[in-house]
């Protein structure tokens, strides 16, 4: 009888990590369909510590943009907001129990992935130009801000996939480049399906050509070309990864590629207006074609 009574705890404490690895969830499948749909071809450990790594990035995110501008916050309190929450999200490891379900969620993970501080504090440095532009060297802001708003993360990511794996010097490399380029790449399709939102309502702009000209459609093309190229890096990279990891990542790269392909088929003029986004018929209908990708690069997997 007391073995059982020694023994509810622990189920008191796993029942509250299910449930709150469920809310990180919920965030991600509310705030980023295609993501969720990704997510879910990953497995494992893997697909947790991923939605519990994006929830954190996902609230960061609406601190500076849509719940803190939705909310009438000024620079200053939504500055403070995201300082008191990078404090907790470096602390959160160190705690087994959170209050805060997200939180809690995210130091499971980050305990089991060993995320880097260092990264973390990068993505939270990219947030704070978000609400605090810098002057300088427009090109090099740019690639400082694409490092810790996305690079990053694909690192973080990255880190999630190779729990408990052992690749070599080389192998792991390769792996990091892609992280990073899709990372940007992710990023960049992001910053023009969302020009139009940015620029008439958050007053930001992102890409440096856009400080000396407007976007017309050879800028556009420009901008495409280069995502194109991200991805084609990011994409040779993806048969380095462990299985558990492959067939998601392979599945949010193609949701990826599709928007950038129909931002490319619009004017320059129809992107100022509008929001490129793909319906769910045409989301299901990339994923159907995930696993004949996954079996033409399966011969040259290292894992």
Not at 86 to 102: I, K, T
Not at 197 to 220: I, M, S, V
Request: net charge neutral; hydrophobic share 40%; proline share 3%.
């Amino acid at each position: 009888m007391s073995g059982a009574w020694e023994q509810q705890p622990a189920k008191l404490l796993h029942h509250y990590d299910r449930t709150a690895q469920h809310a990180a969830h919920q965030i991600i499948r509310r705030y980023s369909n295609s993501f969720s749909l990704a997510s879910n071809l990953l497995r494992g450990h893997v697909k947790t510590d991923i939605r519990n790594l994006y929830a954190v990035v996902r609230i960061a995110d609406e601190i500076v943009d849509g719940a803190g501008y939705g909310a009438g916050l000024d620079t200053s309190q939504c500055q403070q907001l995201l300082d008191d929450y990078e404090r907790q999200v470096l602390a959160a490891p160190h705690q087994r129990l959170h209050s805060d379900p997200v939180l809690h969620a995210y130091a499971i993970s980050a305990r089991r992935c060993e995320f880097k501080d260092e990264y973390l504090s990068a993505f939270f440095a990219s947030m704070r130009r978000d609400l605090s532009p810098q002057s300088g060297n427009k090109q090099q802001e740019f690639d400082d801000y694409i490092y810790g708003s996305a690079e990053v993360i694909g690192l973080l990511c990255l880190q999630a996939f190779l729990v408990g794996q052992n690749p070599t010097p080389d192998a792991r490399g390769v792996m990091e480049h892609g992280a990073r380029t899709l990372g940007a790449a992710f990023q960049k399709i992001n910053f023009l399906r969302d020009i139009a939102n940015d620029t008439q309502f958050l007053g930001r702009t992102y890409f440096p050509q856009l400080e000396e000209q407007e976007l017309d459609d050879a800028l556009k093309a420009e901008l495409v070309a280069d995502i194109r190229s991200d991805l084609t890096v990011a994409r040779s990279s993806i048969s380095y990864l462990p299985a558990n990891a492959r067939i998601g990542v392979i599945a949010a790269t193609e949701i990826f590629a599709e928007l950038t392909n129909d931002i490319d088929r619009i004017s320059a003029a129809e992107l100022l207006s509008t929001r490129v986004s793909l319906s769910p018929a045409r989301k299901v209908i990339v994923l159907a074609r995930v696993p004949r990708i996954a079996a033409q690069r399966k011969g040259g997997s290292r894992s």
